[in-house]
T-cell receptor, first 114, second 113 residues
Framework: DAGVIQSPRHEVTEMGQEVTLRCKPISGHDYLFWYRQTMMRGLELLIYFNNNVPIDDSGMPEDRFSAKMPNASFSTLKIQPSEPRDSAVYFC????????????FGPGTRLTVT | GENVEQHPSTLSVQEGDSAVIKCTYSDSASNYFPWYKQELGKRPQLIIDIRSNVGEKKDQRIAVTLNKTAKHFSLHITETQPEDSAVYFCAAILMNRDDKIIFGKGTRLHILP
């Protein structure tokens, strides 16, 4: 397996624009997590899905953020409208439902909002 | 809910010396404690973990210890090498109840030549 795939790897956009981040989890994994990483806040969990269903979105900062998982192999995180404070690295991670709780992270998307 | 505190936030050690990173957790029921390493510009990756039924686990130059009574656990790296420079995250979870891992804020480890 190629591991967790994220796109784009880098995104630069202007304030007010819509941003869509994409993630393809490892095949067979039941859980998908979206994290945001900044120097100030560290690694924050935004939302996670189990079997494509959103389970906990308490980490989503505000209504400008939304996430979907239309099927087992694809998820999106959308920010509309984007603001400079949204600049961060966004990671997607997945894991299976057996054994350990090891999460496999994607390479991340570095978002810069100017 | 669970809360994980991690110290120090930054640590510099001379190459060849040992490094220790400490974490405390709040939920005494937590029973699984993974450590992730994130090299500069890379993704976090699991390097070692420990379950609450053991007090210590070793893997070559790294070891983790767990004190359930005090609710703290530590990562020990011996004979540090330049490639150990990274950010290390501790985490805690109660397996079979919780889905999400609670991460500490991370420790940036610098190995000095």
């Amino acid at each position: 397996d190629a591991g967790v795939i994220q796109s784009p790897r880098h995104e630069v956009t202007e304030m007010g624009q819509e941003v869509t981040l994409r993630c393809k989890p490892i095949s067979g994994h039941d859980y998908l997590f979206w994290y945001r990483q900044t120097m100030m806040r560290g690694l924050e969990l935004l939302i996670y899905f189990n079997n494509n269903v959103p389970i906990d979105d308490s980490g989503m900062p505000e209504d400008r953020f939304s996430a979907k998982m239309p099927n087992a192999s694809f998820s999106t995180l959308k920010i509309q409208p984007s603001e400079p404070r949204d600049s961060a690295v966004y990671f997607c991670a997945s894991r299976d439902d057996a054994g350990s709780r090891e999460q496999y992270f994607g390479p991340g998307t570095r978002l810069t909002v100017t | 809910g669970e809360n994980v505190e991690q110290h120090p936030s930054t640590l510099s050690v001379q190459e060849g010396d040992s490094a220790v990173i400490k974490c405390t957790y709040s939920d005494s029921a937590s029973n699984y404690f993974p450590w992730y390493k994130q090299e500069l510009g890379k993704r976090p990756q699991l390097i070692i973990d420990i379950r609450s039924n053991v007090g210590e686990k070793k893997d070559q130059r790294i070891a983790v210890t767990l004190n359930k009574t005090a609710k703290h656990f530590s990562l020990h790296i011996t004979e540090t090498q330049p490639e150990d420079s990274a950010v290390y995250f501790c985490a805690a979870i109660l397996m079979n109840r919780d889905d999400k891992i609670i991460f500490g804020k991370g420790t940036r480890l610098h190995i000095l030549p």
